[in-house]
């Protein structure tokens, strides 16, 4: 999908609203230090990233932890693997954000990585940088102009 402005074409797409750099840890990373990093980073997830190769390997969400909390798991104990997503839907920094959109509807989920053509995190989307988005357009009263197909 395209912005018109001017008559010109400009096209919004994953980078522009990504947050970067990602907050990125390793798979044997504590429960409690990924919700430390949650806490002090102000976000939702944490991408888990391969300690060799920096490729990700899956996702650790709030609700990841409330699933590990309503467990009786003792955060200190347990590690980022074994509540992560692996494998987790992704999209490349050049994809047009209404199909990001429409994949995090499709797949249910409120976090998207952004990762290169080498399959390492360059960003993250949230759906409050999504809504942020749509405030803005919103704000320009161009939101109409957005979402025409």
């Not at 990924?34 to 996702?59: F, H, P, W, Y």
């Not at 290169?116 to 999504?130: E, F, L, N, T, Y």
Request: proline letters at 6%; glycine letters at 6%; one cysteine or more.
């Amino acid at each position: 999908m395209v912005l018109l402005l001017r008559r010109r074409k400009v096209p919004l797409r994953a980078e522009d609203i990504m947050t970067a750099p990602p907050i990125t840890a390793t798979p044997n990373t504590s429960i409690k230090d990924i919700a430390m990093l949650m806490r002090k980073n102000k976000v939702g997830s944490v991408l888990i990233v391969d300690e060799e190769t920096g490729k990700l390997r899956g996702i650790v969400t709030e609700h990841d932890l409330v699933y590990a909390c309503s467990e009786g798991w003792h955060p200190e104990n347990r590690q980022a693997w074994e509540i992560m997503t692996e494998d987790p839907i992704t999209v490349r920094p050049d994809e047009e954000i209404v199909e990001v959109m429409k994949k995090m509807r499709d797949a249910g989920v409120r976090h998207i990585p952004v990762v290169d053509r080498d399959g390492k995190p360059v960003g993250m989307i949230s759906a409050r940088d999504v809504l942020d988005l749509v405030l803005t357009l919103a704000g320009l009263g161009i939101i109409h102009e957005f979402f025409k197909e």
